[in-house]
């Protein structure tokens, strides 16, 4: 069982910078492919970000790629999402969500995380 927290959200101006954390409960996180999603007002959940169990391999969707980095410290269980250079149409709650442990690649879709953080509000004001 993987239990996932997400933290730092908030209010920023266009053009600004925040980062998101991502912190995991449980031995197997660090055998786990992680991701980012986010959800807009009246729109689906969307990609923004995956990195494999280890960190060497990362993907981004193109509407972030070149903006936002995606990390982890397996030795804090803890996933990160430095977002740079927001713009006001990047306002969603941002989710972190787990693959199951011992898939170490990541992914693009929503159905093929097991575990899912309760979502961080990230607002960017133009």
């Known amino acids: 069982q993987v239990q996932l927290v997400e933290s730092g959200g908030g209010l920023v101006q266009a053009g600004g910078s925040l980062k998101l954390s991502c912190a995991a409960s449980?031995?197997?996180?660090?055998?786990?492919?992680m991701g980012w999603f986010r959800q807009a007002p009246g729109k689906e959940r969307e990609f923004v970000a995956t990195i494999s169990w280890s960190g060497g391999t990362t993907y981004y969707s193109d509407s972030v790629k070149g903006r936002f980095t995606i990390s982890r410290d397996n030795a804090k269980n803890t996933v990160y999402l430095q977002m740079n250079s927001l713009k006001p149409e990047d306002t969603a709650v941002y989710y972190c969500a787990a693959r199951n442990p011992g898939i170490s690649t990541g992914s693009w879709y929503p159905y093929e995380y097991k575990y899912w953080g309760q979502g961080t509000q990230v607002t960017v004001s133009s």
């Open positions: 449980g031995r197997t996180f660090s055998s786990s492919a």
